[in-house]
């Protein structure tokens, strides 16, 4: 009588030539199209006017369009503050400098200048410097440069930010350089 775990010898032996720690098969990754200049071109445009709509939203204290152009799970990063939120959460502390800009007892603007964009048709890393100028009224203006990421993913309603990482503060010059 066999034991019950003995094998046939050829199925032994099929294991016994077998590495111990085989790898799988690698898949060979598809060949890519050469980027297509027209898409790109298209996708910039769209996001250019993404960032004009955020701007005005920010210069007129329009928060609904402000949090609008922001996914619902989308994620604040600052580098500054060593912290990481939901994006949700910032906007709500945010909204009364948008209420107060709306209202006329502040001014507010800001703009971006990127040093890389890169994505595709439905994704965008962008990266650069944005400055935020908040000036409460009968104050003077406060400019803050600051180096910033930002994860983009294109929904039926358009652009939405997923990450805002405020890496941390800027200088002028490398403003001016972003020119």
């Not at 928060?63 to 959460?89: I, N, R, W």
């Not at 993913?153 to 800027?170: H, R, S, T």
């Amino acid at each position: 009588m066999k034991p019950p775990f003995a094998l046939p010898l050829l199925a032994l032996a099929a294991f016994t030539l077998l590495p111990l720690h085989a790898e799988p098969a690698k898949e060979q990754a598809p060949a890519t199209a050469a980027p297509d200049p027209e898409a790109a071109k298209t996708r910039l445009a769209e996001l250019d006017a993404y960032w004009a709509v955020v701007s005005k939203a920010v210069n007129t204290g329009d928060f609904d369009t402000y949090a609008a152009t922001c996914h619902p799970e989308g994620v604040l990063v600052s580098g500054g503050k060593q912290m990481s939120q939901p994006l949700a959460a910032a906007l709500a502390r945010w909204k009364q400098e948008f209420t107060d800009t709306r209202d006329g007892k502040m001014k507010a603007s800001v703009e971006f200048r990127f040093s890389r964009r890169i994505g595709d048709a439905t994704t965008a890393h962008e990266t650069g410097i944005f400055l935020y100028t908040a000036q409460p009224e009968g104050g003077p203006p406060k400019p803050e440069h600051i180096h910033f990421e930002a994860l983009l993913v294109k929904k039926a309603d358009g652009w939405k930010i997923l990450m805002e990482n405020q890496k941390g503060p800027a200088t002028e010059a490398e403003w001016q350089a972003l020119k």
